[in-house]
């Protein structure tokens, strides 16, 4: 069982940044694929980043790719997503997840924090 807790998100202006945080409780933390995900008003959940449980290799959607920047510290249970050139279309819900495969499919993570806001105005 892991138990996932995002750090609080918030309003930042476009062009911005903002880091968010994800603790991991238990032990086995290294052997967890870890993921963001985010969900706009009226949207399904979509892939924002997914990083290996070695941290060695990383994925993004397309829409985040060069501005945001997933990545974990094992020793700390904790993985993080640096967010910057934050535009209006990145507000949304943010969650972050645990799971045994690497994917940007939701339905293979098996553990979810409880999401944090962030919200980026124009």
């Known amino acids: 069982q892991v138990q996932l807790v995002e750090s609080r998100g918030g309003l930042v202006q476009a062009g911005g940044s903002l880091r968010l945080s994800c603790a991991a409780s238990?032990?086995?933390?290294?052997?967890?694929?870890m993921g963001w995900f985010r969900q706009a008003p009226g949207k399904e959940r979509e892939f924002v980043a997914a990083?290996?449980?070695?941290?060695?290799?990383?994925r993004y959607a397309d829409s985040v790719k060069g501005r945001f920047t997933i990545s974990r510290d094992n020793a700390k249970n904790t993985v993080y997503l640096q967010m910057n050139t934050l535009k209006p279309e990145d507000t949304a819900v943010y969650y972050c997840?645990?799971?045994?495969?690497?994917?940007?499919?939701?339905?293979?993570?098996?553990?979810w924090g409880q999401g944090t806001q962030v919200t980026v105005s124009s």
């Open positions: 238990g032990r086995t933390f290294s052997t967890y694929a």
């Open positions: 990083v290996t449980g070695s941290g060695g290799s990383t």
């Open positions: 997840a645990a799971g045994t495969r690497w994917t940007m499919r939701p339905g293979n993570y098996d553990y």
